[in-house]
């Protein structure tokens, strides 16, 4: 290849990444290439959700994954790539609490029957994610599509970018500001932890051996520790058992995450972490002093945020007919 064929892809590479800052989504991208698309997204999920709420949880955790790393470009289906062979990020460390892959194969073997080859899996992951969450009751949000899918799913960029539930403050707003989040979508956005559930493995340093001595995390409310160490996570390395992260309201989107954050009982030290600081602190204590109504308004401008990181849109990437494979 003559090196002016590689000053235009060099020219048509940056005017990607200039594209990607101001994503070209639009509403109803699909209106006329798939006009029942949205519609069959929502019926499926409308008609499942109902029956097995967890997997709300589990759905809109799968979108925060999949934006996080290369952006929203359901790299996280894949199982195989030809550079990466199945270490794909879907086989990395922090996916193995990932679930609600085959709910998306689902619902994509539905819309490519009616329209084949047009919606990416990408939009799929965004859309589902909002529709289980306003079919359990909880809030929505404006969820442009015309996203494209990526052709690249590496396991090891995985570990940078998703945060772990040991982080501190400082870890988590830098992990959010590399993906044009502020503090703000931070301590909204883990307002989702107010449905589902963590694994003990996720926070049991905590209850047994925070520094290496045998000790608990002193910034975590002693009496919860004792019911959690009694009934729950009962030895220090029980990596089955689940926790409600949000105990007596686990499947409502409601505030009460924040009020166990203010009583310190925040599941992991990334909960915690929350109110560690002045700032964070005060945006907590004003969303616990805003109507749940207000918490929605907020939840939804974070989360239309989210749904717009690093998004491939126009030629780039493709449209995979498998979600779990790029396509031959
Ligand atoms: C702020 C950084 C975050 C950290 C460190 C974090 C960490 C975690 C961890 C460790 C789990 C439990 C995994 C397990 O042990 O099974 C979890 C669950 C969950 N996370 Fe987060 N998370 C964060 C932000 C978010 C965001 C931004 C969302 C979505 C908007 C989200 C939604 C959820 C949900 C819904 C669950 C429950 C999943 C289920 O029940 O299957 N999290 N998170
Ligand atoms: C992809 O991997 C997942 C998780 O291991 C597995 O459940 C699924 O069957 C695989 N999909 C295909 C099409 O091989
Ligand atoms: C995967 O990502 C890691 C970390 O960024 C990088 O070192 C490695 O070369 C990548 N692997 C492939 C096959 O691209
Ligand atoms: C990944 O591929 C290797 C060999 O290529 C195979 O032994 C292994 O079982 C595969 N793992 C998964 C999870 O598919
Ligand atoms: C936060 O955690 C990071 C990574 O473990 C560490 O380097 C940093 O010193 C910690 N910051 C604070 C303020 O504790
Ligand atoms: C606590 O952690 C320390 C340091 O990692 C380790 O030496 C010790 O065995 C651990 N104690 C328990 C009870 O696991
Ligand atoms: C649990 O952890 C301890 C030390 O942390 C280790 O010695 C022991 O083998 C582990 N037990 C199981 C069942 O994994
Ligand atoms: C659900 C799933 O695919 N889990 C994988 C996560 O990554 C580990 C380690 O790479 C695999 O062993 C799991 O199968």
Redesign the pocket.
């Known amino acids: 290849m003559s090196s002016f064929c590689y000053f235009l892809f060099a020219i048509a590479g940056l005017l990607g990444l200039a594209g990607s800052a101001n994503a070209d989504l639009q509403m109803g991208f699909y209106a006329k290439s798939c006009p029942k698309a949205e519609k069959i997204v929502q019926d499926y999920v409308y008609k499942h959700i109902p029956n097995t709420p967890?997997?709300?949880?589990?759905l809109?955790?799968l979108?925060?994954h999949d934006c996080f790393v290369r952006g929203c470009d359901a790299s996280i289906l894949l199982n195989f790539t030809s550079s990466t062979g199945n270490q794909t990020e879907k086989f990395a460390i922090?996916n193995?609490?990932?679930?609600?892959f085959g709910f998306i194969d689902g619902v994509k073997s539905l819309v490519e029957k009616e329209c084949p080859g047009i919606v990416s899996c990408a939009d799929i992951v965004t859309l589902v994610a909002r529709d289980s969450i306003v079919a359990t009751g909880g809030p929505s949000w404006k969820v442009p599509t015309g996203r494209r899918d990526g052709l690249i799913s590496n396991g090891s960029e995985t570990i940078g970018p998703?945060?772990?539930?040991?982080?501190n403050l400082s870890t988590?707003q830098t992990?959010?500001a590399n993906q044009g989040l502020d503090l703000k979508d931070?301590v909204v956005?883990?307002?989702?932890?107010t449905?589902?559930?963590?694994?003990?493995?996720?926070?049991s340093n905590r209850l047994y051996n925070f520094t290496g001595v045998g000790d608990q995390d002193p910034s975590f409310d002693s009496e919860y520790v004792t019911n959690l160490k009694v009934n729950k996570c009962k030895f220090i390395n029980d990596s089955t058992t689940?926790v409600e992260?949000d105990p007596g309201s686990v499947r409502t989107f409601d505030l009460s995450y924040y009020s166990l954050l203010l009583k310190r009982r925040g599941l992991?030290e990334?909960?915690a972490a929350l109110t560690t600081s002045l700032t964070t602190r005060a945006l907590v204590t004003q969303l616990l002093q805003g109507s749940l109504e207000n918490f929605y308004t907020e939840f939804a401008k974070?989360?239309e945020k989210?749904g717009q990181i690093g998004v491939l849109t126009g030629s780039s990437g493709e449209i995979r007919k498998n979600c779990a494979f790029v396509n031959k």
């Open positions: 967890s997997l709300a949880a589990a809109i955790r979108q925060f922090p193995l609490t990932i679930r609600g998703i945060p772990a539930p040991f982080s988590l992990n959010f931070l956005l883990s307002g989702a932890h449905i589902g559930f963590g694994h003990c493995s996720s926070f689940r992260m992991f990334s909960d974070s989360m989210m």
